[in-house]
Structure formats: structure tokens, C-alpha cells
């Protein structure tokens, strides 16, 4: 078992093993096990295969991105009944699951079918892809070990949850998990960029409906990370200010697209919102990542996102008037491990594909072929619907 101070006093952390060796480690913030009365001693037993191992990276010479050619996920769980779903505790279903326990609060694993792995390559995985370890004969046909780690976060063991539904305290919990982790990786050999992000709803490509996030371990920068290092770069070398600070002041001081405002975050639709339905939640103070969040910003991003997913299932509505629960990606926008980390500030972007009730913005010629979007709704009228639609109490 290994604990972290900074947790200790609200959390217990007990990292165990799976059957294959995959890194299990439960979050308990409820008795018994927080105290220590009761421990977490119970054996994965299930006949797994050996651990995954990394797959392999090519690089688009075209972009110089690094595209995850990770075949084995194509035989990954797709929407299982409820009674095996591999999320739910032990003991629930009809086969064991991936936790081994029969109850817990929070739990992060390692995905078992990851896009990026530690250890070793397994020479010829497959018979028409080289080993990675070994040079290709064409420089513009680079390759390399797709080395990091990608983890499963489980929020609840509430099957019908789901993150807008969580305590304060369980959310809180989260957070802690995410700054937790974010160390973690962020300290592994290969790891160059730390992503924990939700997907929610079947819309956007869920392939398991239990309440959970996921946690990427980059080996490189990815895009859209590059991009917005680019920018922050090039405003800090020409003002000596942080953009994400600037931008936040620019933002409150128009006034028109902020949606909440705390004593430690700020939410915002931002000017140029690229999706449907976008909102950025930011730190009022300058912090690079996660890990750097005080004890007070961590307890109010618990209630101010719990809030903002609150309002994000009451903006649309059906034919009946009920709330239509948004599909949304939510991901944390963090400082890379080793560069930029002076001119990165943290946020959460929360987007969604839903344009209205029954119709997805579908990613199409102009967004998909050259990057290029195209936004039917004005962020105005996004912003002024999501303070509509306050917290549920307010409006009594
Ligand atoms: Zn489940």
C-alpha cells in the first residue's frame, strides 16, 4: 500500500495488483476503509492473459503527428448488459469484473486495452508491422513504441450514476484522483503529456455506460496541446503575460459569455467556441496543472462543476419539456511534463456534439478535412441559456 500525504487526511489510497499485473488503486473516502478498520485484501482471480504491452507509433510525415496504430482495441468491450459490466464491483453481475472488490468509492486501473503502454515491444505482434525497435529503411516512415499508460477512473460503483449525480464529496474525491494521478504519470520515463478526460453518452462514442473517465499518458505533445502551447508561447514572448490569465480578464471584463463566477473559477463560453455547446472552466489564479490546485480550489471545483454539469443536462429539453442528459467530452487541458510549463495555465473544456434535441453536429468536410469550424449557434446564446438554466435550487 502506498498513501500520499497531501490526500491522507480525506482519502485512503491503496494501490494492489491485478491478475495479469496491471496497477489497481482504490480512493476510499467512506468508512470502513478510510480509517484503516477495514483493508483492501481481495485477490483478482479471473484467468487473464499476460499484461499488455505497448503497441506501436507511426509519425504522419504530412503533420508530423504521432498516430497510435493500437489494432487490439478493435476487440475491446462494446456496450455489455449491465450484469457484466467490467466497471461494476465484483459480485454484482454474472462474471467477475475488473475490480475485484464488492464495493468501492473511486478506482483507477490500467486500461486493459490501452492505446499506450509501458514496457517492452512485442516483436512482430503482428505479421506486416515491424518491430518498432527496428529502424525503418525510410525516414518518412518513422516509427516508435507507443510507451506511456492509459487508465480507466471509475467515479462511483453506481452503475446508473454518472458524474452530474456524485456527492460534493465524491466529486472532490475526483479531483484528488486527477491531481493524483497527474503526478504520477507526469513522473514516468516516457511520458510527456497527462490528458484525464469523460466521455459521456453513446452520441460521442461510449462504449461502456458505467460512470468513468479516462487518464492518457502521452509519449509525445499531442496536436491540439501543441497548438495551444504555440499561442501561449508567442503571447508570453510578446506581453510577458499569461494568455489564459489575459484571456480570463477579457472574458469577465465582456461579461456576456461568463456563466459562473467563484471565489476560485470562473466558467465561460468562450469567444470563439468551436462546438455547439463549449464551456471552459478556469482557476482564477495562474496554476500549470492539477497537481498545483490548493485544498480550497480543489473543494469549490467539486461544487462549481457539479454545478456546471447540472446545467449542462437541463440546456436542452425534449417534447415533453424533460431534460435531455448532453452527451459531452470533458477534458482537462494541463501543462505539459517538460516544456511550457511558465507560460501553460490550466482548464476544462467541456464540449458537446448535441447542435439540438435528436441532431449531432456531425465533424464533416471543412472541420475534418482542413480543421476549419463552423459554429451554428452563437456563444452568446449558449452562455445566457446555461445561466437560464442555474442551479436547480436557485430557482425555487
Ligand atoms: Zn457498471
Known amino acids: ?165 456524485l456527492s460534493p464529496t465524491r466529486a472532490r474525491t475526483v479531483v484528488d484522483v486527477w491531481a493524483d494521478r497527474t503526478r504520477e504519470l507526469s513522473a514516468l520515463d516516457a511520458v510527456e503529456h497527462v490528458f484525464c478526460f469523460e466521455n459521456r453518452g453513446e452520441e460521442i462514442g461510449v462504449t461502456l455506460h458505467h460512470p468513468h473517465g479516462q487518464i492518457y499518458a502521452y509519449p509525445f505533445i499531442p496536436a491540439r496541446t501543441a497548438s495551444l502551447l504555440r499561442a501561449a508561447t508567442a503571447h508570453h514572448a510578446r506581453t510577458g503575460r499569461l494568455l489564459g490569465a489575459d484571456l480570463l480578464a477579457a472574458e469577465l471584463d465582456a461579461g456576456s459569455r461568463v456563466v459562473i463566477r467563484g471565489a476560485h473559477w470562473t466558467a465561460y463560453v468562450p469567444y470563439a467556441a468551436s462546438w455547439p455547446v463549449e464551456v471552459h472552466l478556469v482557476p482564477n489564479r495562474d496554476v500549470p496543472d492539477l497537481v498545483a490546485l490548493d485544498s480550497a480550489e480543489r473543494d469549490e471545483l467539486a461544487e462549481v462543476y457539479l454545478d456546471l454539469l447540472g446545467r449542462l443536462d437541463r440546456y436542452y429539453e425534449g417534447p415533453d419539456g424533460s431534460p435531455i442528459a448532453l452527451p459531452y467530452i470533458a477534458g482537462w487541458h494541463q501543462a505539459p511534463v517538460h516544456q511550457g510549463r511558465d507560460v501553460s495555465r490550466l482548464h476544462l473544456q467541456v464540449m458537446s456534439v448535441l447542435r439540438a434535441p435528436g441532431r449531432l453536429k456531425y465533424l464533416a468536410g471543412s472541420e475534418s478535412g482542413v480543421g476549419a469550424w463552423v459554429n451554428d449557434v452563437a456563444p452568446e446564446r449558449v452562455a445566457a441559456r446555461l445561466r437560464q438554466v442555474g442551479r436547480a435550487a436557485d430557482a425555487l
Open 1 to 165: 500500500m502506498t498513501e500520499h500525504p497531501d490526500i491522507l487526511q480525506r482519502v485512503r489510497r491503496t494501490s494492489t495488483v491485478l491478475a495479469d499485473g496491471r496497477e489497481l488503486i482504490y480512493f476510499d473516502d467512506s468508512e470502513p476503509y478510510l480509517s484503516g478498520a477495514k483493508s483492501r485484501d481481495v485477490a483478482d482471480e479471473r484467468p487473464l492473459d499476460d499484461l499488455p504491452t505497448a503497441g506501436t507509433m507511426r509519425l504522419d510525415a504530412l503533420t508530423g503527428d504521432w498516430i497510435s496504430i493500437a489494432d487490439h482495441r478493435q476487440n475491446r468491450t462494446f456496450l455489455p448488459p449491465a450484469g457484466e459490466c467490467p466497471l461494476c464491483p465484483t459480485g454484482g453481475g454474472t462474471m467477475p469484473s475488473e475490480i475485484p472488490a464488492h464495493e468501492y468509492d473511486v478506482v483507477v486501473f490500467e486500461n486493459r486495452f490501452p492505446s499506450f503502454a509501458s514496457g517492452a515491444t512485442t516483436p512482430g505482434t503482428s505479421a506486416d508491422e515491424p518491430s518498432a525497435d527496428e529502424p525503418t529503411a525510410n525516414p518518412l516512415l518513422a516509427h516508435a513504441p507507443a510507451l506511456g499508460r492509459c487508465e480507466v477512473v471509475c467515479f462511483t460503483s453506481d452503475h446508473g450514476a454518472s458524474f452530474s449525480s
